[in-house]
């Protein structure tokens, strides 16, 4: 990677959404919104990306909200991933999406990264994947038509594909706090740590009477749920003889490929031992018992 933007562009800071949208319909595909900038601008320094206009959305100061209504989280498309380790609400409230920020490359890369990038990213090992998709997350998008919120679910595509329209930019995602006690984790395997991407990720969130929401990302196309080993397991009691026959599952749910970062049979096997590890801990947490969340399980 050079240290050179080679290619040329125009650069723009809207103030607001009117700006913003007028933009965006204006040059459509031509344009590429510009957040924290650490996927986009090393896109375009490796010449995978040539937009003719960069939108700089840090100005539009209703973009910067983090906000906590009692009921749900409101994390706008510029709050960094820095913010949310940074916030009581987040750590006390959504633990799981707190650890999961924690996992992200270095206090460097955080300070500019932000949660919205990720998910427009949609890279398959995106860390915040799994825990918005436990907490059942939604994104809502905005363009001159207006407002649509879109299940976290539903909003990837395919690798680096997501529902987004052209006119259309992430305003925020909205994370409901679950209504019964709960335990989670994420487990992230990279190969070192530091700024590196998911091998593999797991999270889990336990909710009070046995109900267990499970994702993971950087084992298939996209960040998914895992809706067989949640079947399995909804409304049992955990035991070793039941994680047992939920690992044996895996395999069916998961699809990693071989690539510079791991083997796909590595990749499977390491998702079993952390699936058993994030459970156990996500049930000793529910019951106030340790690990601490942040702390590594693998
Ligand atoms: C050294 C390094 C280490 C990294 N380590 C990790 C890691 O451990 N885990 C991890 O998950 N990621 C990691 N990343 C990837 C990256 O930091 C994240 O994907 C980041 O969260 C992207 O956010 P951003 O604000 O920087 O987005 P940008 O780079 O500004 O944008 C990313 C993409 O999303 C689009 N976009 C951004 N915001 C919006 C919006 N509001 N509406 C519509 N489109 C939008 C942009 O047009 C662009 O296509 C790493 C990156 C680097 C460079």
């Known amino acids: 990677m050079s240290g050179v933007i080679s290619h040329e562009f125009e650069y723009y800071k809207p103030k607001d959404f009117g700006e913003l949208s007028e933009l ?12 924290g900038g650490t996927d986009l601008v090393v896109r375009i320094k490796d010449g995978f990306e040539f937009p003719e206009i960069v939108i700089d959305i840090k100005s539009i100061s209703e973009l910067k909200e ?6 749900d989280l409101f994390i706008g498309a510029t709050v960094t991933f820095n913010e949310l380790i940074e916030s009581d609400v987040v750590k006390e409230k959504f633990p799981l ?16 990264a932000t949660l919205a ?27 001159n038509n207006g407002e649509r919120k879109v299940n976290i679910n539903d909003f990837f595509l395919g690798p680096r594909k997501t529902v987004l329209k052209e006119d259309e930019f992430v ?40 109900e267990y929401r499970i994702a993971h990302c950087a084992v298939g196309p996209v960040a998914a749920r895992a809706k067989k080993i949640e079947q399995l397991l909804n409304g049992k009691p955990l035991d070793d003889p039941l994680i047992e026959e939920a690992k044996k599952l895996i395999e069916q749910e998961i699809s990693p490929i071989t690539d510079i970062r791991a083997t796909k049979e590595y990749r499977i096997h390491m998702a079993k031992v952390m699936f058993e590890r994030g459970l156990k801990a996500a049930v000793n947490r529910m019951n106030g018992k340790g690990p601490d969340y942040g702390e590594k399980l693998i």
């Open 66 to 71: 983090l906000k906590f209504d009692g009921k």
């Open 117 to 143: 990038g990720n998910i427009c990213s949609a890279v398959p090992s995106l860390d915040s994947g799994p825990a918005l998709l436990v907490y059942e997350a939604e994104v809502i998008l905005k363009s």
């Open 24 to 35: 965006l319909i204006q040059y459509k595909t031509k344009a590429k919104i510009l957040s």
């Open 97 to 112: 999406l707190w650890e999961a920020a924690k996992s992200v490359a270095s206090t460097g890369i955080r300070n500019r």
């Open 171 to 210: 305003y925020g995602v909205n994370v409901p706090l679950p209504q019964k006690k709960n335990g989670g984790s994420y487990v992230k395997l990279g190969r070192y740590n530091g700024e590196d991407l998911a091998q593999v990720g797991i999270g889990i969130l336990i909710l009070e009477g046995n």
